[in-house]
T-cell receptor, first 112, second 114 residues
Framework: DAKTTQPPSMDCAEGRAANLPCNHS???????VYWYRQIHSQGPQYIIH???NNETNEMASLIITEDRKSSTLILPHATLRDTAVYYC?????????????FGAGTRLFVKA | ETGVTQTPRHLVMGMTNKKSLKCEQH?????MYWYKQSAKKPLELMFV???????ENNSVPSRFSPECPNSSHLFLHLHTLQPEDSALYLC?????????????FGPGTRLTVL
């Protein structure tokens, strides 16, 4: 199974872009990259996912390198409410839910 | 609000008690999941149901017994738990169980076993 590596914590100033890196150097061609976040004592919240192309939605942008070995989640204008643990997950096709492996994630602190 | 609700939100039980956690999804999804999140540990997937049939069991002890009576409801029956089973138990649902499905999580049940 592909595993991900993320920095344990990051700081970001309110209003600035938060760029959260993820390394998935053993990713396979049929594996998607997902990002979730978990605000303290709540359930994880889906943010975005992608396979090869960069993706953008109302919450964030996902930049995947051409070799697919790493990706960056971008929160364009971080707010205090974006303080959370951010999980980068890779998940293969047709293998069911057990390949959804959450790591330790990155704890993002957004500061005023 | 994600469309996935869990009750109760908090539960304290003794090791000899029997209790059940309930999850309900209002999204029309076909797959439902139970996760366990212990303090300072990553989320652990426990069970997966697809179209009301258990499709995967991640070597969870038999003191945890899931039940999925229909596609909208999922239960986790608990009996003779241990203090180390104290954790946040999260339910999730998705349209189906394969990518690129997106899992929507409930708020969780904070369980304390005395």
């Amino acid at each position: 199974d592909a595993k991900t590596t993320q920095p344990p914590s990051m700081d970001c100033a309110e209003g600035r872009a938060a760029n959260l890196p993820c390394n998935h150097s053993t990713i396979s061609g049929n594996e998607y990259v997902y990002w979730y976040r978990q605000i303290h004592s709540q359930g994880p919240q889906y943010i975005i996912h992608g396979l090869k192309n960069n993706e953008t939605n109302e919450m964030a942008s996902l930049i995947i390198t051409e070799d697919r070995k790493s990706s960056t989640l971008i929160l364009p204008h971080a707010t205090l409410r974006d303080t959370a643990v951010y999980y980068c997950i890779v998940r293969p096709l047709n293998t069911g839910g057990f390949k959804t492996i959450f790591g330790a994630g990155t704890r993002l602190f957004v500061k005023a | 609000e994600t469309g996935v609700t869990q009750t109760p939100r908090h539960l304290v039980m003794g090791m000899t008690n029997k209790k059940s956690l309930k999850c309900e999804q209002h999204l029309g999804h076909n797959a439902m999941y139970w996760y366990k999140q212990s303090a300072k540990k990553p989320l652990e997937l426990m069970f997966v149901y697809s179209l009301e049939e258990r499709v995967e069991n991640n070597s969870v002890p038999s003191r945890f017994s899931p039940e999925c009576p229909n596609s909208s409801h999922l239960f986790l029956h608990l009996h003779t738990l241990q203090p180390e089973d104290s954790a946040l138990y999260l339910c999730a649902s998705s349209r189906d169980r394969n990518p690129p499905d997106t899992q929507y999580f409930g708020p969780g049940t904070r369980l304390t076993v005395l």
